[in-house]
Every structure is written in structure tokens, then in C-alpha cells.
């Protein structure tokens, strides 16, 4: 028997409502292992306007680069305390922040692993399905040999990876920009 | 390690174009660039997933949030979670949220000057049995007008939010009603290019979950991406 996917439909202005109840901008519960980090950002659109009614979903593995879900199988520790699951909506001034842990490697599709990376989903009114993007972070040496960030053209790699924040050790910005010259990559699932 | 199982590609023309110019708020928010094609791995076929004891059993039922019983129709919307093999979605959370049945959300954003309910807040969660399925009483949402053109008014329409079993999965899109006389004129509903995919929002009425004197019934799938076969371990 084959079915076809339900046509997605924006989330449109009000889903708030209806999503907030499992908001959840810390995914460090008690104990967890690894290098914290808060992620800090903001997503504008096509006129450089913030976007205040958006927001992200991030989905990651833990400090050991493990996924808390039954299809990973890999022998590497798995943490209580950390599900890898993040609901974060955009405030007034279209910022969003989160705090986590920097994942640790997972396999990827050329048997090498991945270099570190966060998955994101973006939502909001004028998105009529949701955009799907990933952050990286800055000076990692497995970037370079990253299958997916070797997909992108060298010159957009930049905006799929964090930023330093000057005087703010643990800190990183990264925006979702959704028109322009510096637009984010977004990413299609499936060859 | 073996390769990953992918998921199947989405059949052409039944998924929204991001730039949709009747849906004017798409003009400034879509990209413009070409999305990057890019295989499944490990991080996009695992995914979050709730504990069922997040949701309290409560939650499914909006007409029972509040001291007093919300103005309106009564209805039950059910159906069942599957994917494009037909296999049910089990445990997986489904979440709903609507205007109350004058059309107004219990937003601060929504300015329309229809009444507020003080007895509905629009918004549940229900979690899927082994079958794939889920159940909420609710009301029956009310049309409202929004200023996206002149006379713009949406279709009655119920959001839903479904994680899935992965990443990969995960699904947001809106429930609509069968006769609905705004269908045709809504861009949101008509954002997509395949007729049968779009109408496949429409629930379908339903005497077998109505209940008698007591509320209609409408149903409504959702179907999420289908897996791939597993691929031959790589010699």
C-alpha cells in the first residue's frame, strides 16, 4: 500500500498557542557531560526587519555524539539528562537563545564521521512548510572534511557556522537570514 | 556500519512552493536561493519524541479546560497517524491549535473584533495509541477575515503538529471542513499545485465517531514521509 505525505501548511501567526506549552530553551538537565554553549541569534527577513513570530527546532546528539533515539545504535554513552530536543520562539526583537552542549561527532554518509553540528527547523507565518538548516561550530577541525558542509558552495559554508562573541566565552551567534546576499543555507532531504 | 535508510522522495507538486505570491507574507519570507539537496544520515532518521506522560489525557478534550463549557458546535476530529506504507505512528505526539467558534485565537496578535471565549483557549495534545491513532473534542472553529488581500477570509481551519518518528518527519499543516464555501478563495488552502494532495486536507464527516446528541464527527490522516527500504549492508 502506498500513501503520500500531508501537504504541509504554515504555522501561521497564532501557533503559539498551541506550541508553547513544550518551549524549552536549556537542554542541559542534571549531570550532563560536555562543553556548554549558548547559542544567540536572530532571524530576519527579505527587508532586514527581525522576525518576531518565528521559531526553531533543534535536534542533536550529546556530548558523546550520541542520539537519544532507538535508531542509533552506537555503543557511545547515553545521558538521562539530555534529550538533544529544543522548542525556541523568536521575542519581539526576532532574537531566539538557547543553552546545550556542543554534540560530539556522529557517523556520516561517507563513513567518516560528521564534523559537530546542530539541526534546526524554522517556522513562521510566510513559511508555507518549515526550513531546515544546521549550525556548525567555529574552528572545528572536522569541518573542513564535513560530507554535508562540502555540499554547499564554499562561499555560503559561512552561514551554517556559529560566531565568536567578543568577551563572551560560551557564546555564539548564529542567524537565520531567509533573502539576500547573506542568506542561509537551507537544506532539501533526500538525493 | 550499514548505510542509512533514506526516505522516500515527496511526489512532485504535492508539497507548497516556499514562494507563494498570493500568500503575500511569503513575498519576504521564503528564500531565494535553491535549497541544497543533501542524503539522510543518523542525525535527520533520529528524531525528539515525548514521554505519553507529558500529555495529560485532559489535554485531548478542549471543551473541558475551563470552569464553564466554551460557546459553539461540538465536535470530535480523530483519525490516525500513518506513513506513506501505511504503517501507524505510534506514540507520537500530535498537537492541535484553532480559533474559538466566533474566530478569534486566544492570541494578543489577533485583533478581530469577535468575542473572546473565557471558557476556550484553542489549543490541545494527544499522544497516538498502537494504531496510529488520536482523538480530540473540540469546537468547531469559526471563519475569519485577515488583511493578507481585500475581503481575504480564511477557511475554518484546525492547525496540527505532529513530531513522527524522526527528524525527518516532522509535519505541520492545517484541517479543513468539507463544504467549506471559502476553500476556493483561501491561498493557504491553495498554496499547493496537486488538487488531490490539497484535498486531501479536507476531513471527512464521519458518522461512526459521532456521538449521539452530543457532537459531529470528522476525520482526518496524516500521513508522514514513508522509509525507504533498508539498503544492503555495503560489502
Not at chain 1, 556548525?136 to 558542509?149: E, I, K, Q, R, S
Not at chain 2, 476530529?77 to 506513506?84: C, I, N, Y
Not at chain 2, 488581500?149 to 503538529?161: C, G
Not at chain 2, 467549506?180 to 483561501?186: K, N, V
Request: proline share 9%.
Amino acid at each position: 500500500m502506498s500513501l503520500q505525505a500531508t501537504t504541509w501548511q504554515t504555522v501561521g501567526p497564532f501557533f503559539r498557542i498551541g506550541c508553547h506549552w513544550l518551549n524549552q530553551d536549556n537542554l542541559v538537565g542534571e549531570g550532563v557531560s560536555g562543553e556548554r554553549v549558548t547559542i544567540q541569534g536572530r532571524v530576519m527577513d527579505g527587508d532586514g526587519a527581525p522576525v518576531p513570530d518565528a521559531m526553531i527546532e533543534i535536534w542533536q546528539a550529546n556530548a558523546q555524539g550520541r542520539y537519544a533515539h532507538p535508531e542509533d545504535t552506537q555503543s557511545k554513552l547515553l545521558e538521562p539528562g539530555f534529550t538533544g530536543y529544543g522548542r525556541i520562539p523568536t521575542d519581539g526583537d526576532g532574537v531566539f537563545r538557547f543553552t546545550t552542549i556542543k554534540p560530539g561527532p556522529v557517523p556520516g554518509p561517507d563513513r567518516k564521521d560528521q564534523a559537530p553540528h546542530i539541526l534546526v527547523s524554522v517556522f513562521m507565518r510566510g513559511l508555507l512548510t518549515r526550513l531546515i538548516t544546521r549550525i556548525y561550530f567555529p574552528d572545528d577541525p572536522h569541518n573542513a572534511t564535513d560530507y554535508v558542509l562540502n555540499l554547499v558552495e564554499p562561499e555560503r559554508r559561512s552561514t551554517l557556522i556559529g560566531k565568536r562573541v567578543a568577551g563572551r566565552p560560551g557564546m555564539l551567534e548564529w542567524n537565520v537570514v531567509l533573502q539576500g546576499p547573506d542568506e542561509t543555507v537551507f537544506f532539501e532531504l533526500g538525493l | 556500519m550499514n548505510r542509512i535508510a533514506g526516505y522516500r522522495p515527496l511526489y512532485p507538486g504535492t508539497q507548497p512552493e516556499l514562494l507563494h505570491s498570493p500568500y503575500v507574507s511569503s513575498s519576504k519570507r521564503a528564500p531565494t536561493k535553491p535549497l541544497v539537496r543533501m542524503p539522510f544520515t543518523l542525525s535527520e532518521v533520529t528524531g525528539p519524541s515525548i514521554k505519553p506522560e507529558q500529555v495529560q489525557p485532559k489535554a485531548s478534550d478542549l471543551t473541558r479546560q475551563h470552569s464553564g463549557e466554551p460557546i459553539g458546535e461540538r465536535i470530535i476530529v480523530s483519525g490516525r497517524v500513518l506513513d506513506e506504507n501505511a504503517r501507524p505512528m505510534a506514540n507520537t505526539l500530535v498537537e492541535i491549535w484553532q480559533a474559538n467558534a466566533a474566530g478569534r485565537y486566544h492570541h494578543n496578535v489577533d485583533q478581530h473584533n469577535a468575542p473572546l471565549d473565557p471558557n476556550f483557549t484553542g489549543c490541545g495534545q494527544a499522544v497516538t495509541n498502537e494504531r496510529g491513532e488520536y482523538r480530540f473534542v473540540t469546537i468547531r472553529p469559526g471563519e475569519y477575515p485577515w488583511r493578507n488581500h481585500y475581503n481575504a477570509w480564511r477557511a475554518a481551519h484546525i492547525h496540527f503538529s505532529v513530531l513522527g518518528p524522526s527528524f525527518a518527519t516532522r509535519l505541520i499543516t492545517q484541517m479543513y471542513f468539507p463544504g467549506d464555501q471559502l476553500l476556493p478563495y483561501d491561498p493557504i488552502f491553495n498554496c499547493t499545485a496537486d488538487e488531490k494532495a490539497r484535498n486531501r486536507l479536507i476531513s471527512v464527516f464521519d458518522w461512526e465517531t459521532t456521538i449521539p446528541e452530543q457532537a459531529l464527527g470528522y476525520r482526518f490522516n496524516l500521513i508522514l514521509r514513508g522509509r525507504e527500504e533498508t539498503p544492503m549492508e555495503e560489502k
